[in-house]
C-alpha cells in the first residue's frame, strides 16, 4: 500500500511570507509527484507536477523533489491571502496512470 | 473548452435507491478516474480506466460500477447507495502517455444518503 504522509495543519503564516509545505512517500519507485490546490468547497486543481530531483519554479512556487529521501515539497514566495486552502501532494509510479493523494495540508494566510 | 463536466452537482438518495453519476471531457484524454472524497480520508480512488473500453477497480471499488462509455464518457454507477458513500466525488482525467499523468478534475458531485 502506498502512503503518502501530509501534515494536516493548518499551517498559518503572515502575508508575504514564504509557506513551506512538505509531503513525504513510502513508494521508492514513484516517479511522478503534483501538487493540487483546492479551496474549500471546490475541486482539486493542479499547480505543479515534478519528475526529477531538484527544484521546478513557476511564478511564486516551487516545487522540490529529494527521492534519495522521499521527500516533496512546495514552497509559496510572497503568500497571498488568496493561497489559504487545503493544499494535496500526489505521488504516482513511472509508466503508471494512478496516483495516491495525501490528505492535505490546510494553509491559512494572515493578511 | 469546458475540461471535466460532472452531473448532478448535488444529489440526495434514500438507503438502497440507485443513481449513475455522469462525467465527460473534452480535452482527448485517454486516462479517466473516480475518487471519493471524506473528511480526514483524502482522495481515495474507486475506480479508474487507462483507455477507452477498460475499466480497473482501485482502492474502494465496492458498491459501485463504472462504464467507459466512449473516451469521453465514464460513469459512475451507485446500485444500492447506503450510507457510507455519503461523499463528494470527483471525476478526473489525464493523457495518460509519455510523462503526461497530470490529472484535471471536475467540479464533483456532492451525494448524501439517508
Known amino acids: 500500500q502506498k502512503e503518502v504522509e501530509q501534515n494536516s495543519g493548518p499551517l498559518s503564516v503572515p502575508e508575504g511570507a514564504i509557506a513551506s509545505l512538505n509531503c513525504t512517500y513510502s513508494?521508492?519507485?514513484?516517479?511522478?509527484f503534483f501538487w493540487y490546490r483546492q479551496y474549500s468547497g471546490k475541486s482539486p486543481e493542479l499547480i505543479m507536477s515534478i519528475y526529477s530531483n531538484g527544484d521546478k519554479e513557476d511564478g511564486r512556487f516551487t516545487a522540490q523533489l529529494n527521492k534519495a529521501s522521499q521527500y516533496v515539497s512546495l514552497l509559496i514566495r510572497d503568500s497571498q491571502p488568496s493561497d489559504s486552502a487545503t493544499y494535496l501532494c500526489?505521488?504516482?509510479?513511472?509508466?503508471?496512470?494512478?496516483?495516491?493523494f495525501g490528505t492535505g495540508t490546510k494553509l491559512q494566510v494572515i493578511p | 473548452n469546458a475540461g471535466v463536466t460532472q452531473t448532478p452537482k448535488f444529489q440526495v438518495l434514500k438507503t438502497g435507491q440507485s443513481m449513475t453519476l455522469q462525467c465527460a471531457q473534452d480535452?482527448?484524454?485517454?486516462?479517466m478516474y473516480w475518487y471519493r472524497q471524506d473528511p480526514g480520508m483524502g482522495l481515495r480512488l474507486i475506480y479508474y480506466?487507462?483507455?477507452?473500453?477498460?475499466?480497473d477497480k482501485g482502492e474502494v471499488p465496492n458498491g459501485y460500477n463504472v462504464s467507459r462509455l466512449n473516451k469521453r464518457e465514464f460513469s459512475l454507477r451507485l446500485e444500492s447507495a447506503a450510507p457510507s458513500q455519503t461523499s463528494v466525488y470527483f471525476c478526473?482525467?489525464?493523457?495518460?502517455?509519455?510523462?503526461?499523468?497530470?490529472?484535471?478534475f471536475g467540479p464533483g458531485t456532492r451525494l448524501t444518503v439517508t
Open positions: 478526473a482525467s489525464s493523457e495518460g502517455t509519455g510523462d503526461m499523468y497530470e490529472q484535471y
Open positions: 500526489a505521488v504516482g509510479g513511472g509508466g503508471y496512470q494512478k496516483v495516491t
Open positions: 480535452m482527448n484524454h485517454n486516462s
Open positions: 513508494d521508492r519507485g514513484s516517479q511522478s
Open positions: 480506466s487507462a483507455s477507452e473500453g477498460t475499466t
